[in-house]
């Protein structure tokens, strides 16, 4: 079964801290995706990678950054938390123009 | 530029009745529509797409979307609602040629399901 494996379900943080969010998938697709999803505003696209080392800022790559060292890993990095990164965060994979496989979600608290 | 309008944010319908989600997108080549189904605190699930083939699509739970160009929509149905439907219902384009990597996503219909 395929599948994209988010590390962390639940995390609580401190404003400044340093965030890792770890996502990996096993179906050797060439594209990995970072969504945030808030209600009422949809999933909205921060960053994505179409292969090893390679990224492009999707529409709200502010306060993120991207680290893709493997194919099959994804880690979005929040440099310095603030409350408004409050959210749910959603990994995909991609194979070419095929659908998305999401993993289960990140929900991340920032106090 | 791609874009989806998912027309009403909420919807209620009673157990057994017709389900209707509306899906409008714009593209700026031929598209690939996807609609996708959201349980409490998981992930995004695919119901189905529409990759250019047949323009009525049938998905998983009985659900199906027609793609009608001349009007720029892929609206979701299911005949008959049924409870274990309630959920969160998101429709995404993606292009189907050119650079764009990306699933563009509608801002998602919370549908309740009335017994």
């Known amino acids: 079964d395929v599948k994209v494996t988010q590390s962390s379900r639940y995390l609580v943080k401190r404003t400044g801290e340093k965030v890792f969010l770890e996502c990996v998938q096993d179906m050797d697709h060439e594209n990995m995706f970072w969504y945030r999803q808030d209600p009422g505003l949809g999933l909205r696209l921060i960053y994505f990678s179409y292969d090893v080392k390679m990224k492009e800022k999707g529409d709200i790559p502010e306060g993120y950054s991207v680290s893709r060292e493997k194919k099959e890993r994804f880690s979005l990095i929040l440099e310095s938390a603030s409350t408004n990164q409050t959210s749910m965060y959603l990994c995909a994979s991609r194979r070419g123009r095929g659908e998305l496989f999401f993993g289960e979600g990140s929900r991340l608290t920032v106090l | 530029a791609q874009s989806v309008t998912q027309l009403g944010s909420h919807v209620s319908v009673s157990e057994g009745a017709l389900v209707l989600l509306r899906c409008n997108y714009s593209s700026s080549v031929p598209p690939y529509l996807f609609w996708y189904v959201q349980y409490p605190n998981q992930g995004l699930q695919l119901l189905l797409k529409?990759?250019?083939?047949?323009?009525l699509v049938k998905g998983i739970n009985g659900f199906e979307a027609e793609f009608k160009k001349s009007e720029t929509s892929f609206h979701l149905t299911k005949p008959s609602a049924h409870m274990s439907d309630a959920a969160e219902y998101f429709c995404?384009?993606?292009?189907?040629?050119?650079?764009?990597?990306?699933?563009?996503f509608g801002s998602g219909t919370q549908l309740t399901v009335l017994p």
């Open positions: 995404a384009v993606s292009e189907s040629s050119g650079s764009a990597r990306q699933l563009t």
């Open positions: 529409y990759t250019s083939a047949a323009t």
